[in-house]
């Protein structure tokens, strides 16, 4: 009799154990069977073409992204060097078509760069802005090699600042500041209408450099409306070639009475502008258009 009701006791006992078990398994085996979802490959960035279609732009709107832009840019570019066993008629034929080369950018596509660099100041006699560029800013001639365009800056890209001991030729020693990165441009033949349309304007202090400049009428109300509020520029046209042209870039050598280094490149895409809007970034709206 006691065995007997150990032996129930036992099975009593046990059963919720490997029913437990048994559910586990089941659980185990039912999420074995569903097939996992591969999460999809995230999708390369690409420009998007500017398009306007009412006198308003997006409230905090910035255009294309230069960073991404130019480094797309680059990478369709660097695939048109001459291979080391390509023949030359063989890499005329590959890089004969522009479009294929560098889609899914397109020559024909509009593309919206804002201009950061350029000012604006209101001018409350003659109820307009002044806008135009500081020495900074200037469009200037492209590098040695290639004279025959004009860079204009649009913004950084990218800085990378060091600190390192450097010394002169007497064996003095300072702690250099370094800072290196690169800038995006637009670029524009040097005999371009654009450089004779009034906006541009022959810097007399430097040969080829030229200052932007315009005057955008806006009453003395809704410029006392706008204070505070950040005006800004969007250059707007086509991409004309695919090539980079290379600025002039701002590099300096550090020395021990001032020991400062840089070293900023400049990267410029061939472009053809069209339009010139002025608009107040917090909101989108456009207070100016001008149409080359």
Do not use: H
């Amino acid at each position: 009799m006691k065995r007997t009701s150990l032996l129930l006791a036992f099975i009593f006992i046990a059963s919720p154990a490997i029913a437990a078990d048994k559910t586990k398994k089941t659980k185990e085996v039912e999420r074995a069977a569903i097939p996992s979802v591969a999460t999809p490959p995230e999708k390369p960035w690409e420009p998007v073409s500017f398009v306007l279609s009412e006198n308003q732009l997006p409230a905090k709107f910035r255009g294309t992204d230069q960073a991404k832009f130019l480094k797309l840019f680059e990478a369709k570019v660097g695939a048109l060097k001459k291979g080391e066993f390509e023949t030359t008629e063989e890499f005329s034929r590959r890089t004969e078509n522009v479009e294929a080369t560098l889609a899914p950018i397109t020559t024909s596509d509009l593309y919206a760069f804002r201009m950061p660099l350029i000012e604006f100041k209101y001018d409350a006699d003659a109820q307009a802005y002044s806008i135009g560029t500081n020495y900074g800013a200037a469009c200037r001639p492209a590098s040695y090699t290639q004279k025959n365009w004009i860079t204009c800056k649009v913004g950084q890209v990218s800085r990378k600042e060091s600190t390192y001991t450097g010394s002169n030729a007497y064996g003095a020693t300072r702690e250099i500041d370094s800072t290196e990165g690169l800038d995006f441009g637009l670029a524009f033949p040097s005999g371009d209408s654009l450089l004779s349309s009034g906006f541009f304007v022959a810097d007399r202090r430097f040969t080829g450099w030229y200052q932007y400049q315009d005057k955008l009428p806006v009453s003395l109300e809704k410029a006392k409306e706008l204070k505070g509020k950040l005006i800004s520029v969007l250059f707007v046209g086509q991409v004309t070639d695919a090539k980079i042209i290379r600025g002039q870039g701002f590099y300096t050598s550090a020395t021990i009475d001032s020991p400062t280094k840089w070293s900023i490149a400049e990267d410029a895409v061939p472009f053809r502008l069209r339009k010139i809007i002025y608009y107040v970034l917090e909101t989108g709206e456009i207070l100016g258009e001008r149409t080359l």
